[in-house]
């Protein structure tokens, strides 16, 4: 005699919680990611007594100017005579922008005076050194 079962047997995966698990992958990468800030070109900052956070990154661009003359705008490295196009476009797109000036404690001052000029020829008017604090 042969028994019959009433409830077959279905080889097939149920893919009823992957919606769920990949929701839950998803807000673990969100939440783990670290946002990757411009890093620049290697400067030793000069040090202040004092100093004053910036209101907003989000409309900032960074200058790194180097004691080898070197510069770069936003992590992309540029001559002096090609700062005054780059900023003028970047101040057309955001006119609060405030350019920070992040430069060696032994970068010639004729390199921040040619930066200096050329950013007044771009209009870009907000400019904030960057520096850190001094410990005494």
């Keep these: 005699m042969k028994i019959e079962r009433r409830t077959q047997e279905s080889n097939e995966i149920s893919t009823s ?18 946002m990757r800030e411009f890093d620049g070109l290697d400067v030793l ?6 100093i004053e956070k910036l209101e907003s990154k989000r409309h900032t661009s960074y200058i790194w100017a ?3 003359n070197l510069i770069s705008v936003d992590d992309r490295l540029t001559s002096v005579d ?9 101040i057309s797109r955001d006119p609060k922008l405030t350019v920070s000036l992040k430069s ?16 007044r020829k771009a209009n870009a ?4 050194y960057a520096a850190i604090t001094k410990i005494d």
């Design 17 to 34: 919680s992957m919606p769920d698990i990949i929701f839950m992958l998803l807000i673990f990468f969100m939440v783990t990611t670290v």
């Design 66 to 68: 180097t004691k080898d």
């Design 45 to 50: 900052m000069p040090k202040a007594k004092m």
């Design 125 to 128: 008017l907000k400019l904030s």
């Design 104 to 119: 060696d404690q032994k970068a010639k001052m004729d390199l921040i005076m040619d930066i200096h000029t050329h950013l």
């Design 82 to 90: 090609g700062l005054s196009t780059i900023m003028a476009s970047k």
